[in-house]
């Protein structure tokens, strides 16, 4: 798993998800999204600001270099990703239901953030594979997950009003990420706090064709793999993806199964996501306001 060091914003490799501190970020994407090579890209460029080798170019690559940093930094998707980073450690103290674990006997433990459009390289079709399924045990295993709803501006979880229009209820991608996860905190556009998952779980019931009981603390959410097969199929039925093979990969936690990546299958993608189910294989499977500024 890569994953983001908060304090040096560095992008660290080979992280094992079960035992560090990471929040996970679930969102919708835009436009302006930046991948893992444009991060590592400003990564190296900043290196290079800071150690002073940028100097060295030649002025006309100098001044390239430094406009499209620039104009990286200006994209909304970094701004998120930025401002996510720049938060992670306030935001873990804040929904920690205990004291939160972020301080040991030699000074404060790494914190790690991950969100899937920069920390995975998604030029590698046998690392996307390995990611797609691996998403759900790493949204589980977060120890903080914070959707952001970048289409409301509100803080009240209304079915009928802008929460219960929001994008974010209508993706393939945000399906697992609002079920693995032992809870979900919703902020607004704004950064601004919405509500608990498990506290609001009624109005989302009512968003979506999911049972509140699936929705509540984890004692009540063992249930969720219990659920008949044609009920866990239709919590993906109206949701959009970009190719419909995604519809099937972003059932693989729910179903708790595996299967290679394989677009051009289309429909038998989804079918297939099913047939596995009567034979599971291993996927293995923490307890998460304020304004945020994302």
Excluded at 212 to 229: G, I, Q, T
Excluded at 249 to 256: A, R, S, V, W
Aim: glycine share 6%; proline share 4%.
């Amino acid at each position: 798993m890569r994953l983001i060091n908060v304090d040096t914003m560095k992008m660290e490799e080979s992280i094992d998800d079960g035992n560090c501190l990471y929040l996970i970020l679930s969102h919708t994407w835009t436009a302006e999204e930046i991948s893992f090579q444009d991060y590592m890209w400003l990564q190296n460029h900043e290196e290079e600001v800071a150690d002073g080798v940028i100097d060295e170019l030649p002025p006309k690559q100098l001044a390239r270099a430094m406009a499209e940093a620039e104009a990286l930094r200006r994209r909304a998707g970094y701004k998120k990703v930025f401002n996510f980073i720049r938060r992670a450690r306030r935001l873990l103290e804040e929904h920690s239901d205990s004291s939160p674990p972020t301080l040991n006997a030699g000074g404060r433990s790494p914190v790690y953030v991950w969100i899937d459009t920069c920390c995975i390289n998604k030029e590698s079709s046998a690392e996307l594979s390995e990611a797609i399924n691996s998403m759900y045990r790493w949204y589980k295993r977060s120890d903080l997950c914070v959707a952001l709803l970048t289409d409301v501006a509100g803080v009240v979880a209304d079915p009928d009003g802008e929460f219960g229009k929001s994008r974010w209820f209508t993706r393939g991608g945000t399906l697992q990420e609002l079920l693995a996860p032992d809870e979900v905190v919703f902020y607004n556009k704004r950064g601004k706090f919405i509500g608990y998952r498990s506290r609001i779980a009624g109005s989302i019931e009512a968003i979506t064709p999911i049972r509140k009981e699936y929705l509540l603390d984890p004692a009540n959410r063992s249930r969720l793999r219990k659920a008949a097969v044609a009920q866990r199929m239709s919590w993906a039925a109206k949701r959009r993806t970009t190719r419909i093979e995604d519809k099937a990969y972003c059932l693989l936690g729910i179903f708790d199964v595996s299967m290679p990546l394989l677009y051009g299958e289309g429909s038998k993608s989804f079918a297939a996501s099913s047939r596995r189910s009567s034979r599971p294989l291993t996927i293995k499977p923490s307890f998460p306001g304020a304004t945020i500024g994302m």
